[in-house]
């Protein structure tokens, strides 16, 4: 059936879209948590069965700056950076431990970033918004805290002075609500709150009393709070753009209010030196201020008064604070697209974290701030793992064949993206998602090769002391058999440009090819840089190698003890053929890296099903076998050197009924539209499942809802709806389609 509907703007909704092609959600899928303040006063873990797959599992990493720096325009202890990122579709419906999709924000380049910020919150789903677990995972793994988002619209935009008050209500110098921060914040395993203050209505005594919630959670806990610059001493609503008498009670008054807070956008040159001299009198470090830059819009052709913040061979003045710096994702029209934006954003034109010179006036972020490592300790063992896949490998074999996202797995990427030193043309490296030697992504490193002109890719800088017994290991593939690698891995020590190399040798497969080298000769030297070095004798065109892993382990791999107490929480089967499970497990006794949870096959061969560092797995999809009735599951620990565990198992019963599902068990969800980008009018064709109440809805980049497309009951079966394109404007929007729990997205853009 086709309904044609005309976009009329209704009431605008802050309905945060970070990209619009999440997964549709399956039976069983657990959530990441929001709530109105009311709502957040009755939430205990115990009675949400979500709350332990929204769990952070990984403790925040120390990080250094160590001793080389790559670029000599960045000023090292001096501004920082927040990132208040748009991470999902919407408010709600997001799931907590990623998704049976590849496409994802999935952030990464932490080294330049001191907090993360997942932005969010809604007048029509919720306020008070939680990271979820592989989010907090990654900036964990990264050394970056992680905060969750209070987010009191405007009045515009559905705000409701009620809520501020629910929020701060207090009696006898107690504030439930922040005690109910604090309790998610360390039952979730996150760092701080971001609170944002824009309904209007307040008054003094109001803003007093918020004043005094954010010193409350001061005193009971080692929870941050970032405050944004809106809500000022007299309960007004009136942006400052600078720290001042109107608003320092919000930041410092006899004592630490909130950590840091985050300046509206329209700061001035002299708005920020005065706020740095400010936030000194108060005893306050100018690097607790986060000049504001709105990025939603325009990435990096944002206009920047770059002078103003992060002036050139001076002190930085304040840090700065990037609002939506997830445009790098939102508006890319492919996955390869986004990796090249977010170069550009974070590292400059060049591709070279070293060399930012360019007559753009956005250099990228390397140039002002250096970077840092978290590798500060053995071992350390990377995959290139970006948290994403189209297959799931496990020491190079394919062990299960489904796209796949889960930010908790992210690996620590190189630091530098990326450095090259070759007296002809360098060869080009980048991330690769066709191939993968323990997850979804490797190394890949090509071009032309001549005798006399090695490429060296520095790629990672540490801080670590190795010890006796330390091995090097690394694992490449040439994609033949018997030929040189041409491979170097070069360790610099207490000078960051001298190295002893260590070859690969000969590939004696055409798949993956493993390597161990002992250092104990170099026990007792700190290790400053890890690159890689790519020599020829003679003249190879077309060089093309995978590394799918280096690292540094402690004398053999170590094999970690076995999760224990493994069960099945709920197994929701969809039809004859296909289910969600949701498992349990105690954690290994061991350090976990992941588990990975696998269904046993006939042929007693594994096909992978999920991972996690978490010890609550939601597995998306489960397939029966034919003609099997009870399917075994298994779960094993992933150590931090990749030793894996023995197994514990579980199993589930089918009901078959003879009945045939549907094409891959799940049809909900928007099918890709066509043309996209569209110039005119187009069809958005959609499925559902079960017969009820559907909601078709466009909002454009910034969170506006721009039409309702369908809104009514409708039968199960597919469906479409034409798409009016004359009253939008150009640009991305993104669809949702909703049927009573399941929630699906899709993205569009109009040129």
């Not at 508006?331 to 753009?360: C, L, M």
């Not at 994609?479 to 041409?486: C, E, L, R």
């Not at 006794?589 to 046993?600: E, H, P």
């Not at 999809?621 to 579980?650: C, K, L, M, Q, Y």
Request: with cysteine; glycine share 10%; proline share 6%.
């Amino acid at each position: 059936m086709k309904i044609a509907l005309k976009c009329v703007p209704l009431a605008l909704l802050i309905i945060m879209l970070a990209h619009g092609d999440a997964s549709a959600q399956v039976p069983g899928q657990p959530f990441s948590s929001y709530w109105f303040p009311n709502e957040l006063l009755s939430w205990t873990p115990a009675g949400d069965a979500d709350s332990p797959y929204n769990r952070g599992s990984l403790e925040l990493a120390t990080r250094s700056l160590g001793d080389t720096q790559a670029n000599i325009h960045a000023r090292p202890d001096e501004g920082r950076i927040a990132a208040l990122s748009i991470m999902y579709p919407s408010t709600s419906g997001n799931p907590s431990q990623g998704a049976a999709v590849f496409d994802v924000y999935a952030f990464n380049y932490w080294q330049y970033t001191d907090r993360l910020v997942l932005w969010g919150g809604s007048a029509g789903e919720g306020i008070i918004l939680s990271p979820s677990a592989d989010v907090i995972d990654a900036g964990h793994k990264n050394g970056v805290p992680v905060y969750g988002t209070v987010f009191f619209p405007p009045i515009v935009y559905g705000g409701q002075i009620q809520w501020v008050e629910d929020f701060v209500q207090n009696s006898g110098g107690v504030f439930p609500v922040a005690d109910k921060l604090i309790e998610v914040a360390e039952y979730y395993g996150f760092d701080g709150w971001f609170i944002n203050q824009e309904t209007a209505g307040g008054s003094a005594s109001l803003a007093q009393d918020m004043r005094d919630l954010m010193e409350y959670i001061q005193v009971n806990s080692d929870i941050n709070i970032m405050w944004y610059d809106a809500m000022v001493e007299s309960g007004s609503i009136s942006w400052q753009n600078a720290l001042n008498s109107n608003n320092d009670m919000f930041f410092e008054d006899g004592g630490t209010i909130s950590n840091e807070m985050f300046l509206n956008f329209w700061w001035s040159t002299g708005g920020l030196a005065s706020s740095a001299v400010y936030a000194a009198g108060l005893g306050r470090s100018p690097y607790d201020l986060n000049a504001g830059v709105d990025v939603q819009a325009n990435g990096y052709s944002t206009g920047v008064n770059w002078e103003g913040v992060f002036p050139e061979a001076s002190p930085h003045v304040t840090s700065l604070g990037f609002y939506c710096p997830n445009w790098c994702y939102s508006n890319s029209s492919s996955h390869q697209d986004f990796y090249t934006k977010a170069n550009r954003f974070w590292i400059g034109a060049n591709r070279d974290p070293s060399n930012t010179t360019t007559t753009h006036p956005w250099k990228g972020m390397a140039h002002y701030v250096p970077a840092t490592t978290p590798i500060t300790g053995i071992p350390f063992v990377t995959n290139f793992n970006t948290g994403q896949g189209h297959f799931f490998s496990v020491s190079g074999s394919e062990m299960g064949s489904t796209d796949w996202n889960n930010r908790s797995l992210q690996d620590i990427l190189p630091t530098w993206r990326w450095v090259t030193d070759c007296s002809g043309t360098a060869l080009y490296p980048e991330l690769d998602w066709n191939d993968a030697y323990w997850g979804g992504t490797c190394l890949k490193v090509s071009g032309d090769l001549y005798p006399g002109t090695p490429t060296i890719l520095y790629l990672y800088k540490t801080d670590v002391t190795l010890s006796s017994g330390d091995n090097l290991i690394a694992a490449y593939s040439t994609g033949s058999s018997g030929t040189p690698s041409n491979l170097e891995v070069g360790l610099a020590f207490e000078d960051p440009e001298t190295f002893e190399y260590f070859e690969m040798g000969n590939s004696t497969t055409e798949g993956w090819n493993t390597v161990t080298t002992d250092l104990s000769a170099y026990s007792g030297r700190p290790l400053s840089v890890i690159a890689l070095k790519f020599d020829a004798a003679s003249t190879v065109t077309g060089y093309e190698i995978k590394v799918g892993q280096l690292g540094i382990i402690n004398g053999v791999q170590n094999t970690p003890a076995p999760p224990t107490n493994f069960y099945v929480e709920d197994f929701q089967q969809i039809d004859d053929n296909h289910g969600t499970i949701r498992l349990r497990w105690d954690h290994s006794s061991n350090f976990a890296y992941m588990y990975n949870v696998y269904r046993i096959n006939a042929d007693d061969s594994r096909t992978w099903l999920w991972s996690t560092p978490n010890n609550a797995c939601f597995v998306p999809e489960i397939i029966r076998e034919t003609p099997e009735t009870s399917t075994t599951i298994e779960v094993v620990t992933i150590g931090n050197e990749f030793g894996v565990s023995s197994a514990d198992t579980a199993s589930i019963n089918w009901t078959i009924t003879g009945i045939e599902g549907s094409p891959g068990g799940i049809s909900f969800g928007i099918f890709d539209n066509y043309p996209n980008p569209m110039t005119s009018n187009t069809s958005i064709g959609f499925s559902i499942i079960t017969e009820g109440p559907v909601s078709l809805s466009l909002y454009s980049i910034d969170g506006r809802l721009a039409c309702r497309l369908i809104s009514e009951p409708m039968p199960a079966g597919n469906h479409a709806a034409v798409l009016e394109t004359d009253e939008l404007t150009p640009g991305v929007y993104f669809l949702r389609l909703e049927s009573g729990s399941s929630v699906d997205t899709g993205k569009c853009i109009l040129l």
